[in-house]
């Protein structure tokens, strides 16, 4: 991966009606890297999309994509970029290739060896010749897919691309998505609500919550943060009050979480000592969704 910012989105401020959809909203990715922006459903991730893409205007900030700023130069900005954002939408009477062809004529031509390599790229060559009417919503999906690497963009722009969609076309999206940056360098910006996923291929990861981006983080560092277990504990209040005075924390109910340093049968030693019954004391391992839940229980406190 490339330290070369591929894609700065600084300070992004929006309102809808008065109420604020994104409130100074920042975030860098790199060349090469696979970023995902996580969020509930209005959590502004559609929103940050939609301005990156220059269909909808910050009230304040900027975009760069490829070091061009997407409000000045849009042309050149986006001449770097694919995207599939929202529900892709195709003329249902036509054709696949049909599709393809008057899609492309909008942006600059059309060029029939460009995309024969992408349909069997995207394992469309036995349908692509049949009305997208007649098509799955996975096949819609590669055909959106297709569309999105035409222009051969440096950076793909993934609005819920797997959503919709049955476990094993969200597992051929994944590898392929993960073979496009093994194979061409490809940097990618993935919106998703889908953790699971998201953990599978993202390097990096900014997690939104009301407009407001409250962590970003390596999903490969996850392990590495303070060691996590989970615990059934008597009388809970007790053992809260111990676990705070040694520098650990209560992540939620019956999961905790232990600074480094503290050795974990110590602080159990600590537990019996102070009149708590234990239970169980097992170590897990941190997982997106638990950084998620727990980041946003605390930004509800």
Not at 195 to 214: F, N, P, S, T, Y
Not at 251 to 271: K, M
């Amino acid at each position: 991966m490339d330290a070369d910012p591929m894609l700065e989105v600084s300070g992004l401020w929006k309102e809808f009606g008065g109420k604020p959809a994104l409130q100074d909203v920042s975030f860098t990715v790199h060349r090469g890297e696979i970023y995902g922006l996580l969020g509930h459903n209005g959590a502004g991730k559609s929103t940050t999309l939609g301005i990156i893409l220059g269909m909808v205007m910050p009230g304040k900030g900027s975009v760069r994509i490829g070091g061009h700023d997407v409000s000045k130069d849009r042309s050149k900005a986006l001449r770097k970029v694919g995207a599939i954002f929202e529900s892709p939408a195709f003329y249902d009477y036509l054709s696949g290739w049909e599709n393809l062809r008057q899609l492309m004529s909008y942006s600059g031509g059309f060029d029939e060896g460009a995309a024969r390599e992408v349909v069997e790229r995207v394992d469309l060559t036995p349908r692509i010749h049949s009305k997208v009417g007649t098509y799955s919503h996975g096949m819609r999906q590669r055909l959106a897919l297709a569309q999105a690497l035409l222009p051969e963009p440096e950076i793909l722009l993934l609005d819920e691309p797997t959503d919709g969609l049955d476990p094993e076309g969200i597992r051929w999206f994944r590898d392929f998505i993960l073979g496009l940056r093994k194979d061409r360098g490809m940097t990618v910006l993935f919106n998703s609500h889908l953790l699971a996923e998201v953990e599978l291929m993202c390097d990096r990861v900014a997690i939104l919550r009301q407009g407001k981006r409250i962590h970003e983080g390596s999903v490969a560092n996850l392990a590495d943060e303070d060691a996590v277990y989970q615990v059934d504990l008597e009388p809970w209040g007790t053992a809260c009050g111990l676990l705070a005075a040694r520098g650990g924390e209560v992540l939620a109910e019956g999961r905790i979480s232990l600074p480094p340093g503290l050795d974990p049968a110590e602080f159990v030693s600590c537990l019996v000592s102070g009149g708590v019954k234990v239970r169980a004391f097992a170590p897990v391992r941190r997982s997106l969704e638990d950084l998620y839940m727990e980041i946003s229980q605390a930004a509800d406190r």
